[in-house]
């Protein structure tokens, strides 16, 4: 059983930074992607950042440029940081791990950017 856990949500200041971290733990071998996403009431959930051994980086256009992702494989861990944070990005932010067939989400962290 794999089990995804996110920290390093809460209140910030527009223009502040945040950083998220998720772990994955339990029967898994060196997660094939690993990345997060993000939700708002009443929309679909939608791609942030994602590491990929087999595709490599990819950043949502709404936030290029004022992030970065970084991965350490040895602890199945990623971490995302967000920079000039706006009360858009204010969001339930989802860890998502790929095994290769298998995926796996975190229960979600929320972010909540304030003027």
């Known amino acids: 059983q794999v089990h995804v856990m996110e920290s390093g949500g809460g209140l910030v200041l527009a223009g502040g930074s945040l950083t998220l971290t998720c772990e994955a733990s339990g029967t898994i071998f060196s997660a094939s992607a690993m990345g997060w996403y993000r939700q708002t009431p009443g929309k679909q959930r939608e791609l942030v950042a994602r590491?990929?051994?087999?595709?490599?980086?990819t950043f949502a256009d709404f936030i290029q440029g004022r992030t970065s992702i970084s991965r350490d494989s040895a602890k199945d861990m990623v971490t995302l940081q967000i920079h000039d944070l706006k009360p858009e990005d204010t969001a339930v932010y989802y860890c998502?791990?790929?095994?290769?067939?298998?995926?796996?989400w975190g229960e979600g962290t929320l972010v909540t950017v304030v003027s």
């Open positions: 998502n791990v790929w095994t290769g067939d298998k995926e796996y």
């Open positions: 590491m990929s051994k087999k595709d490599g980086t």
